[in-house]
């Protein structure tokens, strides 16, 4: 078991240092039959298994595009996917950066399920003349949002190289047996990447449909899913009053109980938007009762909390905050100092640099809320942005998403809203093509 937790908690701001305690011999019996696969919905827990989301010949395989797509000087990948896969993408691909490879590695370019006819024109024009990819990606492969979406770019991508050139460049991630997908890639012989039935759609951070698109960018998926291990067996294991997922779960259930039904998911660092934006998806989704749900908000803090100050700090609902913190930034810069004709007063700032300012925003962000508005803050502690600590990031979701819907009795893989949406969306497609709407 990993040592050193490399994502921390301070709960000093939000509870009483003694209140988890009596929620431990609660926790310690889910946490037992998440090992023993006892609790609901247990053929979906292979989120908690890292090795066994992918399959090694698609692992070996992952690594070969990567690379051939960079030596064939591919500018784009374009990810066809529901919200839901893309807010974990985007996640891990918005806090990766690495100077010395912004202007070789591919772009991604992301579609999801928005039929916005100005976006779709503004897509192709970008694209024309432009050397992609295209990586569709569907668990079920009947999304019908995404299979339009392909169809056209598809068609696109014909058009530059024709079937037999076009079809290099298409990369197909679903199911292994079923599916418009799953058909079309076999007729076509794309290239197929397998995602296994051991998990639902949000909780695919460690399949292919996450790992292509992250390899691309230049992110090492072998850290990556290493670092996600560890952080697995670290927080199925270690001693409760140190797990950082379980102390989050429990803190998030003991606001809850007194009332507090109003999250407010504070980032600091704009590449940190699309983390904040991942962190609401499933802490919202893994809870199905409305008695149980928090309500998320995100915030990017030091803006957001000026331009609309009165709905984070004069709301109708008890609220609290939870504040994400990278202890060692990507990159700093050091305030310059202006020697000539100097008249703004500033150059006392000069020995600070932008990150010495953007905790200090933090400190006083947080002292203002607390002191001022009573409002609990809840502060999460990431080290670094190391290939390795994506992986304890998503395993840090998965944990602390999934022990707080156990803790309410709720399934955290629940997907009936999602299927009766796209039931009636395939009915009215029926209708509009002028079939009947209940055939």
Same mark, same amino acid.
């Given at each position: ?8 908690? /301070? ?13 431990? +011999? ?12 006892? @609790? ?13 989301? @992918? ?17 064939? $000087? ?29 202007? +070789? ?8 399920? *928005? ?66 997908? !799953?058909?079309?890639?076999?007729? /076509? ?28 960018? $230049? ?14 067996? !670290?927080?199925?294991?270690? =001693? ?27 980032? #600091? ?22 008695? /149980? ?11 957001? *909390? ?13 609220? #609290? ?6 202890? +060692? =930034? ?7 100092? /202006? ?5 703004? $007063? ?44 994506? $992986? ?11 022990? !707080? ?35």
């Amino acid at each position: 078991m990993e040592n050193k937790q490399i994502i921390d908690i /301070n709960l000093k701001k939000a509870i009483k240092e003694s209140a988890p305690n009596r929620y431990y +011999e609660a926790v310690q019996k889910i946490l037992l039959d998440i090992k023993n696969s006892k @609790v609901k919905n247990s053929n979906y827990l292979g989120v908690f298994n890292v090795f066994k989301n @992918v399959k090694k010949s698609d692992y070996e395989k992952i690594q070969e595009i990567s690379s051939e797509l960079l030596s064939d $000087g591919i500018e784009y990948l374009v990810i066809i996917a529901t919200q839901a896969i893309i807010n974990q993408i985007k996640a891990l691909a918005d806090l990766h950066f690495d100077l010395r490879k912004e202007n +070789e590695s591919i772009k991604l370019v992301y579609v999801n399920e *928005n039929f916005n006819s100005l976006e779709v024109a503004k897509l192709l024009i970008k694209l024309q003349n432009k050397k992609f990819a295209i990586n569709v990606i569907s668990q079920t492969g009947e999304c019908l949002e995404t299979l339009i979406m392909f169809r056209e770019l598809k068609n696109l991508l014909y058009k530059e190289l024709g079937k037999a050139g076009a079809s290099k460049y298409i990369y197909v991630t679903t199911n292994n047996n079923y599916g418009r997908l !799953f058909n079309d890639a076999k007729i /076509n012989q794309y290239t197929h990447l397998t995602i296994l039935d051991n998990t639902v759609e949000r909780f695919l951070s460690y399949s292919p449909a996450i790992l292509l698109p992250i390899a691309c960018i $230049g992110i090492n998926i072998e850290k990556y899913l290493s670092g996600a291990h560890k952080a697995n067996e !670290f927080f199925l294991n270690a =001693p409760l009053e140190k797990n950082s997922a379980v102390l989050y779960a429990i803190t998030r259930k003991i606001l809850h109980d007194n009332n507090f039904i109003f999250e407010n998911i504070c980032y #600091f660092e704009q590449n940190q938007e699309s983390l904040a934006k991942l962190w609401q998806m499933l802490f919202s989704e893994t809870i199905s009762s409305m008695n /149980n749900r928090i309500y998320i908000e995100t915030c990017l803090g030091g803006v957001d *909390n000026k331009t609309l100050a009165s709905n984070y700090t004069n709301t109708p609902f008890k609220c #609290f905050d939870t504040c994400l913190k990278f202890q +060692e =930034p990507i990159m700093d810069c050091k305030i310059s100092q /202006n020697n000539e004709n100097e008249t703004d $007063g500033l150059n006392y700032l000069s020995n600070l640099t932008y990150n010495n300012l953007c905790n200090l925003v933090m400190e006083t962000f947080i002292e203002n809320h607390v002191n001022v508005y009573k409002i609990p803050n809840i502060q999460i502690m990431i080290d670094n942005y190391n290939d390795s600590t994506l $992986g304890w990031i998503m395993s840090f979701l998965h944990h602390s998403s999934i022990l !707080f819907a156990y803790l309410n009795e709720q399934n955290p893989f629940e997907r009936k809203p999602l299927e009766s949406y796209n039931f009636n969306l395939a009915k009215n497609f029926k209708e509009l093509l002028g079939g009947k709407k209940n055939d």
